[in-house]
T-cell receptor
């Protein structure tokens, strides 16, 4: 079965360190997304990609970067981790991004990141 | 004003009850809407898509009111397993915007 996986599932790091969170999907979806979820907020979009070599900033992109070298993977990098980046991070993918069927997003299991 | 707003709850209901959540959205241009379910500390999972006036799937009914810009989710015959957070989502342009969620607790 097609799926979307994230690793690591839990990560503790120190302020200032570079951290990379992995996301891998076997749906063969062109569209991939990274969100963070914090108490009191809905999921907030960090970065997204519509295909290989395409990346775009979301509403909370400061301090994060992504790269898309193939269809399956969209790693999220925290350049210099800050305590404000302690959160749960979800990766998602979708077949389409336009109105109509196929634009539902499917989520990975999440990565719980703690920055000390 | 938030783009997608939900009552955070919690809604505490007995088993077998009918419960309804409302969600309002600010952008009248949005064409697609979704309800996702999220269990504690887990990923959101798609419950229903709403493209026209509504959708029904078993005990779950979603309705869309474009004039008043709200989407509702009705759950009939609530089960203990329905306890979760329900996320209302709107497609704005080519991005999804999530509400903060409504907590449902079904008690025996």
């Amino acid at each position: 079965d097609a799926e979307i996986t994230q690793s690591p599932r839990h990560k503790i790091t120190e302020t200032g360190r570079q951290v990379t969170l992995a996301c891998h999907q076997t749906w063969n979806h062109n569209n991939m997304f990274w969100y963070r979820q914090d108490l009191g907020h809905g999921l907030r979009l960090i970065h997204y990609s519509y295909g290989v070599q395409d990346t775009n900033k979301g509403e909370v992109s400061d301090g994060y970067s992504v790269s898309r070298s193939n269809t399956e993977d969209l790693p999220l990098t925290l350049e210099s981790a800050a305590s404000s980046q302690t959160s749960v991070y979800f990766c998602a993918s979708s077949e389409s991004v336009f109105s109509g069927s196929g634009n539902e997003q499917f989520f990975g299991p999440g990565t719980r990141l703690t920055v000390l | 004003r938030k783009e997608v707003e939900q009552d955070p709850g919690p809604f505490n209901v007995p088993e077998g009850a009918t419960v309804a959540f409302n969600c309002t959205y600010s952008n009248s241009a949005s064409q697609s809407f979704f309800w996702y379910r999220q269990d504690c500390r887990k990923e959101p999972k798609l419950l229903m898509s709403v493209y026209s006036s509504g959708n029904e799937d078993g005990r779950f009914t979603a309705q869309l009111n474009r004039a008043s810009q709200y989407i509702s989710l009705l759950i009939r015959d609530s089960k203990l397993s329905d306890s979760a957070t329900y996320l209302c989502v709107a497609l704005y342009g080519n991005k999804l915007v999530f509400g903060a969620g409504t907590i449902l607790r079904v008690k025996s």
